[in-house]
């Protein structure tokens, strides 16, 4: 278990190693400069060059970059370009919206798809395993934007049972619950549909193994071996995907805040793109960067611990 450990801690730093470099060189390649964008078209070019001084926009690349590396590793995000006031502060800010929601949308998701997946795998090539494969097909297909305006257009403009966007703060959580609830539903939507069918197939190929024929010539139902014997083993790499998803929902959601104007992470970035306000979409992209990858760390942590034969195999 220490050298599996080990062998991830090792590819998580690297991970965010190349993703940091990744990250930086695709932001200063990208057209435009904020000096001039923040002073306007009729800004001199003096003064365009005092503000990227300011700025720390004049130094060498490899140098803004190390600049830049060592302030995320003290937790120094730097300053906004366009706000003036800490990048960590609107991170802090924003965070409680972003989380929840994908927290939200996940538990959606898995309430959704486990019953969903189950019924289709014990159903097997029945009418009823057919539809719901047929409707996850379709869950998959249709893009979480498009769902979101069909959510705002029958709840919101026309039964009036939830606001068409914006989100009604903290101090009301009732209300701060029922803002969230239709981007939760757009981001779940999709996902259970991939979840529900990682749990038909894991759920047959683990009623095909040995010990569940073995089960069902001792005398068990078919349905006591899917949910006594089966359905543990089959949980498995669902347990993976749903770690990957929670990774997907949190980083994933610039579209579906920007749809229901959330002022969480995915809007910020979105913003400052829109600003050039390149140190904000910097240090936001790579947070969200850093909290894929630690999902992941820990999700294979996890399914180390319930199966063996990885820690076997790393040895």
Request: hydrophobic share 55%; proline share 5%; charged share 15%.
């Amino acid at each position: 278990m220490p050298a599996f450990l080990l062998g991830r801690l090792v590819s998580l730093t690297l991970s965010l190693l190349a993703a940091s470099v990744v990250i930086f060189l695709v932001l200063e390649v990208v057209p435009g400069d904020p000096a001039q964008f923040m002073l306007g078209l009729n800004a001199t070019p003096e003064l365009a060059d005092a503000l990227r001084e300011q700025l720390g926009l004049n130094g060498a690349l490899h140098e803004r970059y190390f600049t830049w590396l060592f302030g995320l590793l003290h937790g120094d995000l730097g300053i906004s370009y366009g706000y003036k006031v800490p990048v960590a502060d609107l991170v802090a800010d924003r965070i409680w919206i972003s989380l929840p929601l994908a927290i939200y949308a996940l538990l959606l998701s898995t309430l959704i798809a486990f019953p969903v997946g189950i019924l289709a795998a014990s159903r097997r090539n029945s009418p009823t395993d057919v539809s719901i494969m047929g409707l996850t097909q379709l869950g998959v297909a249709v893009p979480n934007f498009w769902f979101a305006m069909l959510l705002v257009l029958l709840f919101a403009i026309t039964l009036r049972w939830f606001s068409a966007g914006g989100f009604a703060g903290w101090q009301d959580p009732v209300a701060a619950i029922r803002s969230l609830t239709l981007p939760a539903i757009a981001l779940a939507l999709p996902q259970a549909s991939i979840l529900a069918r990682v749990m038909r197939s894991s759920l047959l190929d683990t009623l095909g193994e040995d010990y569940v024929r073995s089960a069902r010539a001792k005398g068990l139902t078919r349905g006591q071996t899917l949910w006594k014997h089966a359905l543990r083993n089959a949980l498995i790499p669902v347990l993976t995907i749903i770690g990957l998803q929670f990774s997907f929902l949190l980083a994933g959601a610039v579209i579906i805040e920007n749809v229901f104007f959330l002022p969480g992470l995915g809007r910020l970035v979105f913003q400052g793109i829109t600003q050039r306000d390149l140190i904000v979409v910097k240090s936001v992209v790579m947070i969200l960067v850093f909290a894929v990858i630690l999902v992941t760390f820990l999700v294979d942590i996890a399914y180390a611990l319930v199966d063996p034969r990885l820690r076997r195999s790393t040895r």
